[in-house]
């Protein structure tokens, strides 16, 4: 695919803590409508690759595009309302309600010291419709399991690129979805992920060791080793 066809590119991205290089010259195309997974060992540069895709680490070289436009230059605020990270692990300070915390990942949508209104309600709920967590939402998020938790996360990251009307294609990106699950719950939100996919038309980009999960979810697959693409 040609970079202007693609929602989300990364081109020729090197990136390195201090002195120790970890993407070497990486370059990974996410199509509109498209799921790509980031496979490789522990040590790979596949959690790093999806910082820098997500514009929370900026490469020392190369360049990431949203949309045609250097992810540097595009506002933080805006770049949450189109993407979304659900990380490795969430830990929370507080012992908060699922449906507060769903309704975080509406922050990028309010104006300073506004709070959620009727409509950032609504497409909490929704989210938690699409995940099957809505019988959960009075339930204090401690309390559920760590798949439902899971399912609970990424409710909150659909909240957060939830608008209304005809808003450009919404991008999630996953970073090791199902490490910290047994296989019940892995096979669960594999479920889940296609059919959020085929139901909602998500870009998704996750990042995994796993072969049988990232085929089972993913359109086309990006093979790391050492920080360059194999």
């Not at 938790?149 to 690129?161: D, E, G, H, S, W």
Request: net charge negative; proline share 5%.
């Amino acid at each position: 695919l040609r970079a202007e066809s693609c929602m989300l590119n990364a081109t020729a991205v090197t990136f390195a803590y201090d002195s120790t290089l970890v993407l070497r010259g990486v370059s990974i195309d996410v199509p509109e409508g498209g799921q790509v997974g980031i496979l490789g060992p522990n040590g790979s540069g596949k959690t790093t690759l999806l910082k820098v895709l997500a514009g929370t680490r900026q490469p020392t070289s190369g360049s990431v595009m949203l949309d045609g436009q250097d992810l540097r230059r595009i506002p933080r605020a805006l770049v949450a309302r189109r993407m979304s990270v659900v990380p490795q692990e969430t830990q929370l300070a507080f012992d908060y309600s699922v449906l507060e915390v769903v309704l975080m990942g509406r922050y990028p949508h309010l104006g300073a010291f506004e709070v959620e209104g009727p409509l950032d309600y609504e497409l909490a709920r929704r989210a938690l419709e699409a995940t099957g967590t809505a019988g959960f939402e009075a339930r204090q998020f401690a309390t559920l399991s760590g798949g439902e938790k899971q399912r609970v996360i990424i409710a909150a990251a659909l909240a957060q690129i939830s608008t209304p009307g005809g808003a450009p294609a919404p991008l999630l990106l996953l970073d090791e979805p199902t490490a910290a699950l047994d296989l019940a719950y892995q096979l669960e939100i594999a479920a889940l992920l296609r059919d959020l996919r085929d139901r909602l038309h998500l870009s998704m980009v996750l990042s995994t060791h796993d072969l049988n999960f990232a085929a089972s979810v993913c359109s086309s697959l990006v093979l790391l080793r050492d920080g360059q693409v194999l």
